[in-house]
T-cell receptor, first 111, second 111 residues
Framework: QKEVEQDPGPLSVPEGAIVSLNCTYS??????FMWYRQYSRKGPELLMYTYSSGNKEDGRFTAQVDKSSKYISLFIRDSQPSDSATYLCAMREGAGNKLTFGGGTRVLVKP | DAGVTQSPTHLIKTRGQHVTLRCSPISGHKSVSWYQQVLGQGPQFIFQ???????GRGNFPDRFSARQFPNYSSELNVNALLLGDSALYLC??????????FGPGTRLTVT
C-alpha cells in the first residue's frame, strides 16, 4: 500500500465548475501538507501549503486537512481552461524533511 | 528573482553510460532536494542536501550520487544507466520556510 493515495483521474469538468481533489494517507507522522500543479513536461508549481487541520483559502483555491481521518482536499472555484493540469498532493513529517507525493490527478476543464 | 534552474533540459543517453545533472537553487536557499518522476507517477525523493551535507537519501541504488557546492548549487550523478532510469529529474530548493520550489526538470531518456 502506498503511503499517499490519489485518484489518477482524469477528472473532466465544464468551465466555471468547482474542481474537487483529494488524497488519503497512512502515515500519521505527516504534519505538513502541500498541493502542487504540474503542466505537461514542466516542474511542479506550489499552490497551497498547510500544517494544521482545517481550511486555508487563497484566491480560488481552498485546501482542507483532516488529520483525524488522514484526508486532505483541494477545491478550485470558478475553474478555467488554464487550470487543466495534473494536481499533486505532497506531505512530510518534519519541517525540513523529504516530500512524499501522491500519484497525481489529471484535471481537464472544458470551455 | 530567478527561480530554480536546471540543466540540461533534455538529454539522451545509452545504457551503461554516466550522466550528470545540474541545479541552481533560488538565491538565498541553502537546501536542495532531488526527485525522480517517472511518466504518469508522482515524484520520488532521491536526495536532500543542506549546507553541503547530505540530510536524506531515498530508496535508490548506489549508482545515484549527489553533491552540493559552496554556492549551494548541486549535481546529481547516475552511473551505469538503465532503461528504467528514463524519467524527469526534478530539483527543488527551500529556504527558511521549508517550502520546496521546483525547477523545470531535466528529461533523461536512456536507450
Amino acid at each position: 500500500q502506498k503511503e499517499v493515495e490519489q485518484d489518477p483521474g482524469p477528472l473532466s469538468v465544464p468551465e466555471g465548475a468547482i474542481v474537487s481533489l483529494n488524497c488519503t494517507y497512512s502515515n500519521s507522522a505527516f504534519q505538513y501538507f502541500m498541493w502542487y500543479r504540474q503542466y505537461s513536461r514542466k516542474g511542479p508549481e506550489l499552490l497551497m501549503y498547510t500544517y494544521s487541520s482545517g481550511n486555508k483559502e487563497d484566491g480560488r483555491f481552498t485546501a482542507q486537512v483532516d488529520k483525524s481521518s488522514k484526508y486532505i482536499s483541494l477545491f478550485i472555484r470558478d475553474s478555467q481552461p488554464s487550470d487543466s493540469a495534473t494536481y499533486l498532493c505532497a506531505m512530510r513529517e518534519g519541517a525540513g524533511n523529504k516530500l512524499t507525493f501522491g500519484g497525481g490527478t489529471r484535471v481537464l476543464v472544458k470551455p | 528573482d530567478a527561480g530554480v534552474t536546471q540543466s540540461p533540459t533534455h538529454l539522451i543517453k545509452t545504457r551503461g553510460q554516466h550522466v550528470t545533472l545540474r541545479c541552481s537553487p533560488i538565491s538565498g536557499h541553502k537546501s536542495v532536494s532531488w526527485y525522480q518522476q517517472v511518466l504518469g507517477q508522482g515524484p520520488q525523493f532521491i536526495f536532500q542536501y543542506y549546507e553541503k551535507e547530505e540530510r536524506g537519501r531515498g530508496n535508490f541504488p548506489d549508482r545515484f550520487s549527489a553533491r552540493q557546492f559552496p554556492n549551494y548549487s548541486s549535481e546529481l550523478n547516475v552511473n551505469a544507466l538503465l532503461l528504467g532510469d528514463s524519467a524527469l529529474y526534478l530539483c527543488a530548493s527551500s529556504g527558511r520556510t521549508y517550502e520546496q520550489y521546483f525547477g523545470p526538470g531535466t528529461r533523461l531518456t536512456v536507450t
